[in-house]
C-alpha cells in the first residue's frame, strides 16, 4: 500500500511540475508579424484584379451573344 501512494505522489508531482509549461503553451502562437505585414489595400487590390479577370471572359461571352442576336 506504501507503494501506490509514494506512486501517486510522484505522479502528483510530476503533473504539477510541467503545469506552467503547457499554461504557457496554451496561449497560443503570437501571429502579429504575419497579419500586421499584409496590407487592407493590397489585399482589396488583389481580390479586385481577381474578379476582373474572372469576370472579363465572361463580359466578353456575353457582348459576342449580343452583337450576334443584333446582326440576325
Known amino acids: 500500500m506504501r507503494n ?3 506512486t501517486l505522489a510522484a ?3 510530476s503533473i504539477a511540475g510541467t503545469a ?3 499554461a504557457q503553451a496554451a496561449t497560443g502562437p ?3 508579424s ?3 505585414s499584409v496590407s487592407p489595400t ?3 487590390t488583389g481580390l479586385l484584379a481577381v474578379g476582373a479577370v474572372m469576370i472579363g ?3 466578353a461571352r456575353m457582348g ?3 452583337i450576334k442576336g443584333s446582326v440576325k
Open 4 to 6: 501506490i501512494g509514494l
Open 20 to 22: 506552467p509549461a503547457f
Open 30 to 32: 503570437d501571429f502579429t
Open 57 to 59: 471572359p465572361r463580359l
Open 11 to 13: 505522479a502528483a508531482a
Open 34 to 36: 504575419l497579419t500586421n
Open 42 to 44: 493590397t489585399l482589396v
Open 64 to 66: 459576342i451573344n449580343w
